[in-house]
Every structure is written in structure tokens, then in C-alpha cells.
């Protein structure tokens, strides 16, 4: 009975976290694909206080999901290591990749993302032209290390 527990518990943490990482990279692909392309076409005196409003939200809640994600991973990797006696390396790398997500988010998109917000400067767009780029790379990343965790609990 303890090792159908076990197994069960384990399984809803593989869903939780598949689940949780999946709706966080379709929310950051969507806002690459679809809310600041559309942002774009806007009049300026529209799209900055949207893009304004947007960066406030995103930088409320965003670095909890992040770490979200990574908490389970992790745990999923010390878990199934524990379990087998085997580093499960496709998750290991998932773990790393979404480390590396977190940090390149904190160095790269946020002090962008904190100018949009606060105080935005004349050349505004320049700034937000420069995140949507880093963006699309983060999402790269993103799909990568989702695509990791997926093989590695497969």
C-alpha cells in the first residue's frame, strides 16, 4: 500500500509539473506571438500605457511562477534520483535550463521590463523593441527545457 502511495504521489507531482511549466511557456509564446504584436499596431498613446500595464502585472507575478517551475522540476530530479539511484538527466537539464531561464530573466528582461513600467523614457519602443527580442529567445529556452521535462518523465 506505502509503494502505491508513492507511486500515485509521484505520478500527480509529474502532472503538476508538466501542467504548471506548459501553461508558462504557452503564456510566455502567446505574449511573443500574439499580445505584443498586436500591442505593436496600436497608437502609441494606447500601447504604452498597455505595455505599462502589462510589465506591472508580469513582474507581480511572474517570478513566483518561475520559481514554480523550477521547484518542481528540481523535485522531480532529486525524487526520481532517490528513487533510482540515477541522475535522470533529460530532467536534470530541464532543472538547469529553467535555472538558466530565471537568470537570464533577472539580468536581461526585467531591468527592461522595470523601465517600461515605472518611468518610461522617450525612446520607450527601443526598450520594448529589445525585449521582445530577448523575449523570443527565453521562449526558445523555455520550450527546451519544457521539452526536456517531458521526455525525462515520459
Known amino acids: 500500500m506505502l509503494l502505491f502511495m508513492e507511486e500515485f504521489m509521484m505520478e500527480v507531482l509529474s502532472v503538476v509539473a508538466i501542467i504548471v511549466a506548459g501553461l508558462m511557456v504557452g503564456s510566455e509564446l502567446a505574449i511573443a506571438t500574439f499580445v505584443h504584436p498586436t500591442l505593436d499596431k ?3 498613446d494606447v500601447h504604452l500605457p498597455a505595455a505599462s500595464a502589462l510589465a506591472r502585472v508580469q513582474g507581480r507575478f511572474m517570478p513566483f511562477w518561475y520559481i514554480l517551475v523550477f521547484l518542481l522540476t528540481l523535485a522531480e530530479v532529486v525524487i526520481q534520483w532517490h528513487q533510482s539511484g540515477r541522475l535522470p538527466i533529460w530532467i536534470a537539464t530541464s532543472a538547469v535550463l529553467w535555472m538558466l531561464a530565471i537568470l537570464y530573466s533577472v539580468t536581461a528582461l526585467v531591468p527592461i521590463n522595470n523601465r517600461i513600467k515605472s518611468n518610461p523614457p522617450p525612446d520607450w519602443k ?10 523570443r529567445w527565453r521562449v526558445v529556452l523555455l520550450t527546451i527545457a519544457f ?3 517531458i521526455v525525462g518523465i515520459r
Open 147 to 149: 521539452a526536456f521535462l
Open 126 to 135: 527601443t526598450y520594448r523593441r529589445r525585449w521582445d527580442l530577448l523575449h
Open 42 to 44: 496600436l497608437p502609441d
